[in-house]
Nanobody, 118 residues
Framework: QVQLVVSGGGFVQAGGSLTLSCVASEKIVSMNPMRWYRQAPGKQRELVASLTRRGPTLFVDYVAAVRGRFTMSVDYANNTISLEMNNLKPEDTAVYFC?????????WGQGTQVTVAS
């Protein structure tokens, strides 16, 4: 399995920004898909953003609640998957996880806490 190290969480006021990073232990170029999930207290884990390769084309999708505020990106040179989060809202408070599928196996990062105060 791929080792994924997640960082970048923290505490911000509503309207603030954070960028999460997920560094993989191996090349991410062949991983497909790559995803960010979150889990708020008492709630099920939710898919937030996903990057899927179909042929030569990359598709990035977002859950409606974050569309227009979050941006997922990848840095192949540094094996890093990022999630830029802007205009954060209290309802974005959750533990955020990155997730990849590589060689048919799914791997999860350890999660990072994001807390947004109103």
């Amino acid at each position: 399995q791929v080792q994924l190290v997640v960082s970048g969480g923290g505490f911000v006021q509503a309207g603030g920004s954070l960028t999460l990073s997920c560094v993989a232990s191996e090349k991410i170029v062949s991983m497909n898909p790559m995803r960010w999930y979150r889990q708020a207290p008492g709630k099920q884990r939710e898919l937030v953003a996903s990057l899927t390769r179909r042929g030569p084309t990359l598709f990035v999708d977002y859950v409606a609640a974050v569309r227009g505020r979050f941006t997922m990106s990848v840095d192949y040179a540094n094996n890093t998957i990022s999630l830029e989060m802007n205009n954060l809202k209290p309802e974005d408070t959750a533990v955020y996880f990155c997730n990849v599928v590589a060689r048919g196996l799914e791997s999860w990062g350890q999660g990072t806490q994001v807390t947004v105060a109103s």
